[in-house]
């Protein structure tokens, strides 16, 4: 899908990259952040505290009141769905929206591979959690497991990104819809071109 958008002059200063868990949402968005020279912001540092509380549920109007305020300024890169949050906070104001549509046999291998990584070397979290493996292969505990929720919101997610791309609403926002690890590759290389290309233009003058 990056060929069809290869012309594109530009995908904005406001973007948001989202997908399902182990998509690449917070690898993507970071480059592009370096690339574009915008602020980055991580919707699941913002959301989880101690102790794996997320804000979503246990104080919604706090984690609403820390993304207006992340996306408060002219160029920023948001990693992460929060699909309702994000809608009420910086939608309106979007440029551009990619999403990372993977499928799902790679995204159950990436998270079998990085929840392993993450708590073999007791990777800290958000500042505060640490991951742990054996949870994620217990589907039927449901929400605590990674797998339980790639497998049950795949199609989900898919459906409701679908009807987003043609809803009237949202008619201001380009969509940009990835479906390999190849085609992510060759958008943010082309990104990376146009990126180069106007920091040339504007130091000539």
């Given amino acids: 899908m990056a060929a069809k958008y290869a012309e594109q002059p530009s995908i904005g ?9 182990c998509a690449g949402k917070s690898t993507v968005a970071e480059r592009l952040s370096q690339l574009l020279d ?3 912001v991580e919707l699941d540092a913002l959301n989880w ?4 509380n997320g804000l979503n549920a246990s104080n919604p109007a706090e984690l609403e009141r820390r993304i207006r ?10 990693a992460g769905s929060y699909a309702a949050f994000s809608q009420r906070t910086f939608w309106n104001r979007l440029h551009t929206v990619i999403w990372l549509d993977l499928p799902m046999p790679q995204l ?3 998270v079998i591979r990085r929840s392993w990584r ?10 505060t959690n640490y991951e742990r493996f054996w949870p994620h292969l217990m ?3 449901k929400e605590e497991s990674l797998i339980w929720w790639i497998v049950t919101q795949h199609r989900r997610k898919r459906r409701a990104m679908l009807e987003y791309m043609s809803a009237p609403q949202w008619s201001h926002i380009r969509f940009v819809r990835l479906t390999s690890s190849a085609g992510i590759e060759e958008f943010l290389r082309n990104v990376e071109r146009v990126a180069k290309n106007h920091r040339v233009r504007v130091a000539g003058g």
Avoid: C, D, M, Y
Wanted: glycine fraction near 8%.
């Fill in 108 to 110: 159950l291998l990436r």
């Fill in 118 to 127: 993450r708590s073999r070397s007791k990777e800290l979290l958000w500042g």
């Fill in 69 to 78: 305020e992340a996306t408060a300024g002219e160029r920023w890169v948001v």
């Fill in 139 to 141: 589907v039927w505990r």
């Fill in 38 to 40: 915008a602020a980055f």
């Fill in 13 to 21: 200063n406001r973007i948001h990259v989202i997908g399902n868990s």
């Fill in 49 to 52: 505290e101690p102790n794996w």
